[in-house]
């Protein structure tokens, strides 16, 4: 499992990490993002003469506001890389309705390849409960407390694929509540409640 430092583990990405762009950037229309650099690897290609290396970089940017996406980029270089890949998820970003821009609405399961994964909804104070690419992929979005289970590979590219599915099978009440031509309070009320009632207008998404 690689995370932000593996790109101190490769021989080659050492000495380069200086170029590689801060964790925060705000080059995009004055909007301030959070990049996190998820993994890099080394890779090779063989031609006439010998092997001619270079770097592949797997990274996920949001706005910490429900927003996130990720991206990927090959490069000579690691800085190149990492802003390749920066570029890509910029372009790939989705927005992902959250509750009480804490947490997620409602459970979800998603799968990309042999990679599985399971997100849970979790009450305040409970934190991020995820490893590796799935920790990085809430930090950037927004998500203070969520349960989150993998089974299956340990790919981060496979991983981050799983996490995005399930992320974009997420609804809010307020969406659901359009689409079917009811009130919120009827889809959380149990009779029409005063605490459903209450919930309904705290819900902004």
Known sequence: MADETEIQAAPEAAPAETGAPAPQQGDDGGEELIEKLVHINRVSKTVKGGKRFGFAALVVVGDGKGRAGFGHGKAREVPEAISKATA???????????????????DGN??????????????????????????????????????????????????????????????SPKSVAQRRGKKIADLLGRGGSKTAEADAEAITE
Not at 88 to 106: C, E, S
Not at 114 to 121: E, F, M, N
Not at 133 to 143: D, Q
């Open 88 to 106: 890509a998820a910029k372009k790939a970003m989705v927005r992902i309705p959250l509750k009480d821009g804490r947490t997620l609405h409602h």
């Open 110 to 171: 998603g799968h990309f390849g042999a990679g599985r994964v399971t997100l849970r909804s979790a009450p305040q104070g409970t934190g991020i409960i995820a490893g590796g690419p799935m920790r990085a992929i809430f930090e950037s979005l927004g998500v203070h407390d969520v349960v989150t289970k993998s089974v299956g590979t340990s790919n981060p590219y496979n991983m981050i694929r799983a996490t995005f599915e399930a992320l974009g099978e997420q609804t």
